[in-house]
């Protein structure tokens, strides 16, 4: 736990760069990517419970083609694709599907959903973080880009009306 000087030193170093890779300032400073987030601007991020992670992933299933990514200390895995629909069995929820993205994710595991809105890279990036019980990130999905990389428009909308009835 950090002390609070500490904290909020880490918070204005983050708002210096608010586009930092969440796993590796997690690494960086010694904390949770939990903490990382945290300290985003407020602005830039909202958290729901962790028992909203079903309804997220409901939802997040009608949106299209999104990216998810999985950071792992030993790469970063992007799936392109539209987030198939789960269901729940065997203490695992089951996404669907043989081909893109498929699986079996301990839910139970997630602490929080941070819906994250920030600038990477130059350009607005929002996403949908899930944080186990252990601060860290399971996986993030990120809100998809057209043609000419803007971000779409109608998933832009679907992620905000989604943060607001998830984080009122």
């Known amino acids: 736990m950090l002390d609070t000087a500490k904290l909020t030193e880490l918070k ?10 969440i796993e590796f300032a997690a690494k960086e400073h010694g904390v949770s990517c939990q903490t990382i987030l945290e300290a985003l ?3 830039m991020r909202k958290f729901a419970p ?26 970063i895995f992007e799936i392109g694709g539209a987030m198939p629909k789960g269901t729940l069995g065997h203490g695992y929820f089951n996404l669907g599907g043989s081909a893109g993205l498929h699986g079996h994710l ?6 929080s ?12 990036s929002i996403f949908v973080a899930f944080v186990n019980v252990d601060g860290g990130i399971m996986y993030k999905v990120f809100v998809g880009r057209d043609e000419k990389r803007e971000l779409k428009q109608d998933q832009v909308e679907k992620f905000r009306a989604l943060r607001e009835k998830l984080c009122a």
């Open 12 to 21: 204005h170093k983050i708002a210096e760069n608010p586009g930092v890779v």
């Open 41 to 43: 601007p407020d602005e």
């Open 50 to 75: 962790g028992d909203k992670f079903i309804e997220t992933m409901e939802d997040l299933s009608t949106w299209g083609d999104v990216t998810t990514i999985i950071n792992t200390d030993d790469g």
């Open 106 to 111: 301990k839910h139970d595991r997630c602490g």
């Open 113 to 124: 959903v941070a819906f994250v809105e920030r600038t990477f890279n130059g350009k607005t």
